[in-house]
């Protein structure tokens, strides 16, 4: 199974201030067709996940434009541009390239 | 708008089986896969598997192939999970979701005697 491992694990940081995330892959997550199905999720605390970012940068309808993601093979990062408090909880990146998905192990985002 | 409904919070003993229920509304119910996924306590995340609600096809991941059953009724448009012969192991929050873009909002088992 394709392992995505997420760093920091946990994230400090104050309202207004910029924060990157990464998520690095044991495989490259380029398909065949040519797309890259890595996306990004944030599950904030006691709600279920909430799809964020798709096929590494596209933006998932009603999310806020403050979140960006970049990436390609087995390199990928989602930046906010401006924590705002909603902002806090767990972020997890998760991939359908290869079979079984497969989600990275998480990183939390809190208040410093 | 998109609605999940997942059944409420189960507790059952090891060795039984419990049937997840996640019913949809505000789309066309055979359009979208349904997924279905894992969180232990405190933990991330596994997907467990799919399934198309048109066609009745499943796909699972190895892992819960023996342990999970995914079916779906489009009258109810509704779609089941089954986790046979539970253990602690399977004590955990499950969600379903569609294509992982809309989630339910989990069910607790809790696996206890």
């Known amino acids: 199974d394709v392992v995505l491992t997420q760093t920091p694990p946990t994230l400090s940081a104050t309202i207004g201030q910029s924060v990157s995330i990464s998520c690095r892959s044991s495989?490259?997550?380029?398909?065949?067709?040519?797309?890259?199905?890595l996306n990004w999720l944030l599950q904030r605390p006691g709600q279920p996940p909430q799809l964020l970012i798709y096929?590494?940068?596209r933006l998932e309808s009603g999310v806020p434009n403050r979140f960006s993601g970049s990436g390609s093979g087995t390199d990928f990062t989602l930046k906010i541009s401006g924590v705002e408090a909603e902002d806090l909880g767990v972020y997890y990146c998760?991939?359908?390239?290869?079979?079984?998905?497969?989600f990275g192990g998480g990183t939390k985002l809190e208040l410093k | 708008q998109v609605n999940l409904l997942q059944s409420g919070a189960a507790l059952v003993k090891p060795g039984a089986s419990v049937k997840l229920s996640c019913k949809a509304s505000?789309?066309?119910?055979?359009?979208?896969?349904i997924h279905w996924v894992k969180q232990s306590h405190g933990k991330s995340l596994e997907w467990i598997g799919y399934?198309?609600?048109?066609?009745?096809?499943?796909n699972y991941n190895e892992k819960f192939k023996s342990k999970a059953t995914l079916t779906v009724d489009k009258s109810t448009n509704t779609a089941y999970m089954e986790l046979s012969r539970l253990t602690s192991e399977d004590s955990a929050t499950y969600y379903c979701?569609?294509?992982?873009?809309?989630w339910g909002q989990g069910v607790m088992v809790t696996v206890s005697s």
């Open positions: 979701t569609r294509s992982i873009t809309n």
């Open positions: 505000g789309y066309t119910f055979t359009d979208y896969y």
């Open positions: 399934i198309n609600p048109n066609s009745g096809y499943t």
């Open positions: 495989q490259s997550l380029l398909h065949s067709n040519g797309n890259t199905y």
């Open positions: 096929l590494v940068s």
């Open positions: 998760v991939q359908s390239t290869h079979a079984p998905r497969t």
